[in-house]
């Protein structure tokens, strides 16, 4: 078959994306300007930059999920952006991490995982004051890492930590760099458009130059594994995307050159050599593109693109972490806003039951030959290749902290050059006698693949159990974590061990007599292989299988001809993670003495980190013991240490069900859930009978115990969460069946997840009824500045800009109609096109304002530094006008922002292009100016008054925030750094005017919130990044209950906070989302709410064309009675406290409250205080949480339906002729 119509194993490779609980949620990223993917990870591990400043990073499990705490434990690692980060090809706990601030550092995350933060490295190097850009290790040689800082390419030692080589050639800052799989060679991508190949160890190290992408945006470039070719990735001189492929043998030209599209996004590629499968995902791209590479045209094959979250970073995992039972082939790590998404990449076939040899080549493994100062002194040995088959890969590899490792390195033996490259070889199958007299031509010495002579072999170890040895000087300091069938369990090498594998070994050899003795020859060079050190480690030869596990059915030719597929162990080994799903044993009576008990014929596999008397008795296990009663009771319990196997519909491919541990374990608060006693758990199944079951319901118990309760020790995997469902049947019927029937037994409490609980959490926005909606409005206007919210408006009317001819500002007011607010009185509109009668106004508009005091009073601020004053009629505008009630000069150029005061009738305040604000008195017949602030060096974004009307805070273009006390000074009494974006930026006072929230962008333009404390303006207490996008978040904060909402022009997502005095400051509740993009949003007092309804916020929002009220609720179930604790005393903001003169002349009123309560409704709190205590009833038993999840049989779900209905109805058994008079005794004798 020609190579162009050949069909590729992963060209159906499909991503999939888990549930969202199956991610890492509610995490803080920012936007980072670095060369750096953001992410990466180990076989343990994963890390990304954590915060706005990306100067500390998160580091979890690779199979963590749910939501994320704000406290959690962070590595606190540099003072500036972290720019690059790198775990150890050879130790999965060993970090490696960059900054701007000059530093390299050398982290080691413990195999249990950041229990908290950590702030100091195991090293620290020093790049003389030039900010790093990449940082990576050595692919082959262990010790050795690479460093390319500004212009300086440089290697490091970490066994002395000392610079090994520098190379300073570049003429540009370094972008990129990649190793060859071999590692002799590397190449760099620079600023200056050139492309470099060296080699660290030559006397001239560059041994070539070739021009690159024409443009000095970020290129990146990958190595194609052992190949002579390189794939860089860039920008054309037109700005397009590009992909190149170069051979280094002829560097000048490109074999292949792909453009994409005009797209700014950074293109990351993501490459496997063991598939060939590239991953391009670019930086603020949503779409993820999957590629497959070939040595020939077309070069570039595309598959599958995957469309999701938009990405800030992403990398690929190493194929140790895989689920290969689940066909996954690849995954990719992708790192969003508030998230970290893994996407499984997998090869669909029919099932996956069994192990698909075909689709896992052999790959690198965590163990290699070659320590940093051997590889400086010119040796070269490449890393032994391991199998990706659960029974024999090594899953996961810590070796302590750098001091362990490094002496590891150094006690390291050197490789001899005569020695042959170590081969892993997998199980081989059970051949057949005439497999093996089928004569075969002889394989040339490069060809030959070698088996192990398996009884030649148990002889060699047999001689050396007379001179045992201590593996744990020779084990390099490697700590093994073996992952199994989904089973995690950590394992030193000891002579214990392996003497027991080599007897189980010696027992499979003698009951298998199909194996036949080979030549001599082959024999020794299969010992010597056996007995070969891998960084200090023996090789552990695999176990030949026993005859029973060899069920694979095929010709005798078929196996001669094919390698050997490697086949699910089934024997069980002590301290072996793997169990096996078996079935319930044959029935058979013990025929000793031995006392028979069904404990021993459902028996379930052994728990991973527990001792054999905790564990119970293994399926297969040779040793039985009678099982006591008080056993049989812990073993029935849901809530048992002993974790047991799960039903065969839980398992998907052996995972196994895993949601309500998701529930109970997804945050990092510390919080692990207490198992219950022995004593309390014969409390909790006092009525639970287990004499009195059947044999299948015993079974069932078994098979359906839940597993939501974690142990009380620290689990030993630094993974404890597992997404083992998350990818596979998540709708299937059964699952959502189990889920719904598993009761969880201890579940968190929500406080020690969110700290304090709010109230408002759960806060829902509500449209109003059609009816209540300004529909079709025509020639809406956007051509509004930065500093107005666009759209203003009390209980009767709003102001809305339209556009139309003739030049100058058009402001329409529309009268509100019925039922959208209380104060409302206008008759619902005819849907058919609104043009709204406007005011006219000769200058373009900048900014309006309704009197909080007067709903019929308008004054709109233009372009002319000009303030026009309306005074609306009371039934609203019936016609345009252009004639204003008066106008008079505010200022000598355009005006900003315009607002009333609080709490002052009469009194308002105007920010102008001059840098002033001035504080008008409009009780006089010509307005004049009592007060002018100065101090303002650019241009004022935003104005706030406190609620009390003291003080008035602003943010400027300059950056700055100031807090001014107008009747005291005309300069600021505090100022302190804002946002740092000059975009465009918010203010308002919050907690009791104690503190101030503002919203602005920081210098990469990505929205934040900022929390200030007003008395302390240094440094914002807390900020919390939003997202990217232009549109300036527009703030209002209901001052009762402290809540924030935030939205921007052009969002549909109204955005909703808490906030408080204490960390976390600003907590999120639950967010709005409309279903249309909205044009401004204006809330309204608070004595326009409907409380019976438990509505404590109201709001207006302006959409493309309509006016839509919006009700903010919360729930509540005795929502016939007034929730006092949702409604404090309210401040009075739709009267005023005083006048302008009396404000001017600095008198001080007391602050005026309100309470909302209506007339005739009972509060919540005197309910519940006069509520007499009721008698507790008595208590019921606790349920049988063993019944209540096993499937009920139909006919004993009948019966129970049957007993509670005559339960329910009441029989009388009386007789009719009871009650009947009876016949005197006398009668009878007549």
Known sequence: MAWRFKASKYKNAAPIVPKPEACIRDICVGSYQTYGNNICASAAFMAFNWEHVGSSMAVLPLDDCGRKSKTMPLLHAHSDTITDMDFSPFHDGLLLTGSQDSLV????????????????????LSQKQRRVENVG????????????????????????????????????????????????????????????ILDPRADSPVLGVANSHQNIKDSRLVWLGDTDRILTTGFDSARLRQIMIRDIRNLSQTQKTLELDCSTGVLMPLFDPDTNMLFLAGKGDTTILYMELSDREPYLIEGLRHSGEQTKGACLVPKRALRVMEGEVNRVLQLAGSSVVPIMYQVPRKSYREYHADLYPDTRGALTFLSAPMWLRHQDCAPPTVSLHPDERLAQTHRGNLEEFVKAILAMPSPKKTEPKPIVTQKPEEPSKQAQKQAQPEPSDEDRIDFVNVKDLIKGMEKQKSEPKDYSKDTNGIHKKITDNGHDYDRKLDDDETQKNDEDNEKTIKSDKSLEKTESSDSSESLSRSNSYINGVPVQVPKPLPRSSISEAGSSDDQVSEAPKPKPRTTSVPGSGYKPRLGPKPFSASAGSEEFSFDKVFSVPAVPGLTKSDSGLSPV?????????????????????????????????????????????????????????????????????????????????????????????????PAPLRRRDSLKSRKSPEREEKRSSVPNVTTKRTSTVFGKVSKFRHLKGTPGHKSTHVENIKNISRQISGECNGFYGNGVRVGVPVGGGGGGGRLGVVELPQGSTPAARAAPRHPAALHPPALLHPAPLQDWAFDPFDARRLLVACDDGQVREWILPDDGLQESTNEPNRTFSAHPDKIYIIRFHPTAADLLTTAAHDLTIKIWDLSQETPTAEITLTGHTDQIFALDWSTCGEYLATVCKDGNIRVFKPRAAAEAVRRGAGPLGSRGARVVWALHDTHLVVTG??????????????????????????DVSPAILHIHLDHDSNTLFLTGRGDSTIYCYEVTSEAPYLCALSHHRCSTLHQGIVFLPKNLLAVEKVEFARALRLTNGNIEPLSFTVPRIKSELFQDDLFPPTLVTWESWQSARSWLAGTRVPARTHNLQPPGMETLSSHTAAAPAKEKPPQKPKPDLIKSHVPMDPKDKQESIMKSMSAKVTVNLKLEQDSMEGVDESEWDQ
């Open 1001 to 1026: 962008f920081d210098k990469v333009s990505e929205r934040q919130i900022l929390l200030y404390n007003a008395s302390d303006l240094s440094a914002p207490l807390c900020t919390v990044g939003l």
């Open 137 to 196: 290790f050595h692919p082959v040689a262990d010790g050795l890492i690479h460093v390319a800082s500004g212009h300086d390419f440089a290697l490091w030692d970490l066994t002395t930590q000392k610079e090994a080589f520098v190379n300073k050639d570049h003429t540009e800052v370094i972008q990129s760099t990649s190793w060859k799989k071999d590692g002799k060679l590397v190449a760099t991508s620079c600023k200056d458009k050139k492309v470099r």
């Open 105 to 124: 550092k050398v982290w080691h995350i413990p195999p249990e995982g950041l229990k908290e933060s950590l702030s100091v490295p195991e090293c620290t």
């Open 621 to 717: 296990s040779s040793d039985a013991r009678p099982v006591r009663d008080d056993e049989k009771e812990k073993s029935l319990s849901p809530t048992s240490d002993v974790e047991v196997a799960a039903s065969k519909e839980e398992y998907t491919n052996g995972k196994s069900d895993t949601s309500l541990e998701e529930e109970v374990n997804s945050s990092d608060s510390g919080y692990r859930p207490k198992t219950p006693g022995t004593a309390e758990r014969r409390k909790m199944f006092e009525t639970t009978d287990g004499s009195s079951q059947s044999i299948a319901e015993r079974r069932r118990a078994y098979e359906a115990r839940s597993v939501s309760v974690a142990n009380d020790e620290t689990p030993v995997s």
